[in-house]
Nanobody
Framework: VQLQASGGGMVQAGGSLRLSCAAS????????LAWFRQSPELEREFVAA????????HYSDSVKGRFTISRDNAKKIVYLQMNSLKPEDTAVYYC??????????????????WGQGTQVTVSS
């Protein structure tokens, strides 16, 4: 599966953005999907994940309550709605697909497919 992320941009603190990640190829519906982010100061970190059915989601503590991950299996798209953005959310955001076991769902090594990244910049 190939992944293409989009929707990044520049926004003021408190604002919102919605990232999209479109997939091509088969087997999209059999993969868990996730968003990770990376900034120059930090290693790549887990943001959110959604299981195959879409009914189970996971979030990092830093974004819980502000970000929402969802997926449209018919359109083969995964979304990340980001609200109440903070300057510390500034990073390149990557979508990822894979079949992680539950204990590894927050680990980037558990995902075999990656999008190219989209920049999110939040100004104070």
């Amino acid at each position: 599966v190939q992944l293409q992320a989009s929707g990044g941009g520049m926004v003021q603190a408190g604002g919102s953005l919605r990232l999209s990640c479109a997939a091509s190829g088969q087997s999209f519906n059999s993969y868990s999907l996730a968003w990770f982010r990376q900034s120059p100061e930090l290693e790549r970190e887990f943001v959110a994940a959604i299981r195959v059915s879409g009914s189970t989601t996971h979030y990092s503590d830093s974004v819980k309550g502000r970000f929402t991950i969802s997926r449209d299996n018919a359109k083969k798209i995964v979304y990340l709605q980001m609200n109440s953005l903070k300057p510390e959310d500034t990073a390149v955001y990557y979508c990822a697909g894979g079949r992680p076991i539950l204990s590894s769902i927050r680990s980037d090594s558990a995902y075999g497919y990656w999008g190219q990244g989209t920049q999110v910049t939040v100004s104070s």
